[in-house]
Each structure stands twice: as C-alpha cells, then as structure tokens.
C-alpha cells in the first residue's frame, strides 16, 4: 500500500507537468494561428483599401467587385457586400415606395452591425483558450507543488532525517511546477491582451468602413429624384 500510494504521489506530480506541457503546447499553437490570420486579413484589408482609393462609395465598390482576385471576399468586404445587398432590395422594390429612405437606411444600419458582430466572433475565436490557460495555469502549478511538497515531508518523517539530500530532489521537482505554471501563463496572457487590442483597432476600421458606405448610400438617394429609378 506505501508502494502505491508513492507511486500515486509522484504521478500526480509528473500528470501536472504534462498537463502544462499541453497547455504550453495549445498556447503557442493559437498565438501562431491568430498572428498569421491577423497578418493575412491586414493584408487583404489593406489591398481592398487601396483599390476603393481611400472612399467607399457605391460606384467604386462596383468597379472593385469585378475585379479577378475578388477583394471584398475579406473582413471589410464581407460587411460591405452585406449593405449593398440590402441596397439593392431596396432599389428593387416599385418607385413609389423607393421615398421611404429612412426605413432602408436604418435596415442597412443594422445589417451592416450584424456583419461587424459576426466579424467579432470570428476574431475572438480562440482568445478564450488564452485566456483559460492564462488564468488557471498558476493554479494548476501550485498544485503540483503544493503535492510534492507534502511528498517530501512524508519522506523525511519516514527516514527521520531532513537532510537536503533527502528533500532537494522532491522539492526542486515541486518548485518546477510552480515555474512552469507561470512560464506557460505569462505568454497566454501577453497574447491574450495583444490579439484583443489588434480586434479592437480591425472592429474599428470595419466600423470606419460601414459608416461610409451608409454615408455613400444616403448620398446617392438624396441626388436622385424619388421619380426616377436608382441604379447602384
């Protein structure tokens, strides 16, 4: 039974170092995820930018969207495609009711928000887990250290004797739990709080760009006739 319950001891130990090698593991793996997805849609944005020549109006965006590459299949073009579908039902409907122009500029308000909070959520994917491990992995450090300590403390009340050669093996091994709960936690949170200000600044510039899309959508209703059919 003593044989056992050591051998439970030291797993217990051993298991709580694996499980932040894991957590190590998934760390680093979401940090290099989410540092080439915001790489790759700064990029993308950057280009769509570029070829609305710093205005988004409703002629510009008709010229981009034939473009080869497809541009507005990125952050900032998927919210834009959203308004101009909204637009367009609107432009399909009799000229007699195309006058109610507050209703569907509010309508494209909201769809356009819509698009900019399922952006969110697709931006946020995997901060949880940073933000998981940054929290819980000190605890899960102490654990293990708190464990191997009383391991060590069983074993010197078992042999009557503290020398540091009996208790420099189990409570270095107990302290390096605890270093390495904090060595996992300290990248998870850094990243955690970087990648939330780099959502903040693209939710930003999608908020930018819907604004004037709306803008440009106000626009061209005000500097046609209501008696006139509207083209976009």
């Not at 969207?65 to 579908?85: C, F, I, M, T, Y």
């Not at 939330?196 to 959508?217: G, K, M, P, W, Y």
């Not at 106000?218 to 509207?230: G, K, R, T, V």
């Amino acid at each position: 039974m003593d044989h056992i319950f050591s051998f439970s001891e030291t797993a217990i130990v051993d298991g709580t170092l694996c499980m932040l090698g894991c957590f190590s593991l998934v760390t680093w793996s979401v940090i290099l995820l989410k540092a080439g997805e915001i790489t790759w849609h700064r990029y993308r944005n950057h280009k769509l930018l570029q070829g609305l020549s710093g205005a988004v109006s409703l002629e510009t965006l008709d010229a981009i969207d034939k473009h080869p590459e497809n541009p507005l299949a990125v952050q900032a073009g998927r919210v834009l495609s959203v308004g101009r579908q909204t637009y367009a039902r609107a432009q399909s409907l009799p000229h007699d009711r195309q006058t109610q122009h507050a209703a569907w500029h509010e309508l494209i308000e909201r769809a356009l928000r819509q698009q900019i909070q399922k952006e969110k959520a697709l931006l946020d994917s995997g901060l949880g887990w940073l933000a998981s491990i940054g929290s819980t992995s000190p605890f899960i450090g102490l654990f293990g250290t708190v464990w191997g300590i009383m391991h060590a403390l069983k074993d010197i009340g078992a042999q009557g004797n503290a020398s540091l050669e009996v208790v420099a093996g189990p409570i270095g091994e107990a302290l390096i739990a605890t270093a390495l709960g904090i060595a996992v936690a300290i990248p998870a949170v850094i990243a955690y709080n970087f990648f939330l200000r780099q959502n903040r600044q693209v939710l930003a510039s999608l908020e930018h760009i819907a604004t004037d899309f709306l803008r440009s959508c106000i626009e061209n209703d005000l500097s046609q006739p209501a008696s006139q059919p509207q083209e976009i």
